[in-house]
């Protein structure tokens, strides 16, 4: 064993002998009043267009690739908001989770203009080994052994200095922010956690006093790994009654199972005597693209307004909704279906992580094709969808890594999902997210709408 972590190990042991870290991380707060959006922000939005992009989890692969794609919508011209502007800087709502939500966030924070110090602030940084650096600090082996505090608040710390200690309100305070949308796991629930004053309603906490840090590692806490991050649910003692969001009766004729699974989990956080508390992990569990949750909250009744919560959508207003979902899903390392031995321990979690896992996010990928589908025939009889107009152009965009096309493709399907790669594969993935968006037929069709021209 290696002196540095013998030493280290000896420390934590007799520290823990001593005595044990009360150290309580942050915890979120109740809600005081109804937060207010930022006027001076919703003035400044198109309501005839809306654009929502939702990057995909897969560590800094996933973040290298999404990184990409926002560059090459950064360089596609757009006079959706102002004059002599670009597709990013149109965009309404920006969602992420796991890896995704590191770039979404930084991104919601800083702008189009601030986004290239992402490169040298995140992906070129040997971010990982920071952190396991800060593992070994005899400091932090001591917060450790706080029964509050766990792995994932070190990588709160780290993220906190990336973001700047920026919360939520910090981005609904600069002028054209997108909606940011990061997505956790409720561990006991098993199902998508949104950071949306929604789901915070719900909880009767404020969203806005919320770092953005928080909300990122809790997107980004694979389990084991790292730990769940802990929220407090203030329900059972919240002014205003209950939520108008689940006012809707479950057993209602119309509602679908979409409707009813919703509500049964929007439901189960109103008794706080039962749950007090909810332990987020990565969002990657729940859906690794990000998006499902959301659409089907829309298709249960919620409607754009919901999703789009920060855009005052006159009726009839909406004349294009662009949807970008950036998907950088690997493959498993090693095809075991080619061999007749009994799969490796490690064989199996990745196929289960990268195959498994892979198909559901195809599924998802067939249900938003499906959706768009109905959702287009619906606006065309002007039926359910008020805010659109008869005539509305829908453009659902996917971006996928195995999309890839060259030499390098097979590589990039390999890259690790990891807080730290290559230089070489961080610049082959912005490359390539740049490339698959530029070649997709849906985005060159947008690109015409726009009158810009397509690609060749």
Not at 226 to 247: A, F, H, I, Q, W
Request: charged share 20%; hydrophobic share 45%.
């Amino acid at each position: 064993m290696p002196l540095p972590l013998r030493l280290a190990l000896t420390l934590a042991a007799s520290l823990a002998l001593v005595a044990c870290s009360t150290v309580r991380p942050w915890i979120n707060q109740p809600r005081v009043d109804v937060p207010e959006i930022d006027v001076r922000a919703v003035a400044q939005r198109d309501a005839s267009s809306l654009f929502a992009v939702s990057l995909s989890g897969g560590g800094a692969r996933a973040a290298a690739f999404a990184f990409g794609v926002l560059k090459e919508l950064r360089d596609t011209p757009c006079c959706w908001y102002q004059r002599d502007s670009n597709v990013l800087d149109a965009v309404d709502l920006i969602s992420g989770v796991s890896g995704g939500s590191i770039v979404a966030a930084y991104f919601a924070a800083f702008g189009s203009a601030g986004l290239d110090q992402f490169e040298p602030d995140f992906l070129r940084q040997d971010f990982q080994s920071g952190l396991i650096a800060q593992l070994m600090h005899p400091a932090n082996l001591y917060d450790l052994s706080s029964p509050w505090f766990g792995r994932s608040q070190l990588l709160e710390r780290r993220l906190d200095a990336l973001y700047r200690g920026m919360t939520f309100k910090d981005i609904e305070h600069r002028p054209r922010h997108p909606q940011l949308l990061i997505t956790a796991t409720d561990l006991t629930l098993g199902t998508g956690f949104d950071f949306t004053s929604d789901t915070f309603e719900l909880i009767c906490s404020d969203l806005q006093s919320v770092p953005l840090s928080f909300a990122v590692t809790a997107s980004s806490a694979v389990p084991l790994l790292l730990s769940p991050m802990t929220l407090r649910n203030y329900r059972d003692d919240c002014p205003g009654g209950v939520p108008k969001l689940v006012e809707r009766p479950a057993e209602s004729a119309e509602d679908d199972y979409r409707t009813r699974l919703i509500l049964a989990q929007q439901r189960a956080y109103l008794d706080a005597q039962s749950r007090p508390y909810i332990h987020l992990v990565d969002g990657g569990l729940a859906d690794n693209l990000g998006v499902r949750r959301w659409i089907e909250t829309a298709l249960a009744g919620g409607g754009m307004r919901t999703a789009f919560r920060e855009v005052r959508i006159p009726a009839g207003s909406v004349q294009r909704l662009v949807l970008v979902i950036v998907n950088a899903e690997r493959d498993p390392v090693h095809d075991i279906s080619a061999s007749d031995q009994v799969p490796s321990t490690t064989d199996v979690v990745d196929a289960l992580l990268f195959g498994a896992g892979n198909q559901a996010s195809v599924e998802t990928q067939e249900f938003l094709t499906d959706v768009v589908r109905r959702f287009h025939d619906d606006i065309a009889r002007g039926e359910r969808w008020p805010g659109f107009a008869k005539d509305a152009e829908i453009y659902l965009i996917f971006v996928n890594l195995r999309d890839a096309t060259g030499a390098t493709r097979r590589d990039l399907m390999q890259v690790p999902t990891a807080f730290t790669i290559g230089d070489a594969e961080v610049t082959s993935l912005i490359e390539a997210g740049r490339t698959v968006l530029r070649a997709s037929k849906e985005f060159q069709a947008l690109k015409r709408s726009l009158g810009f021209g397509a690609t060749p």
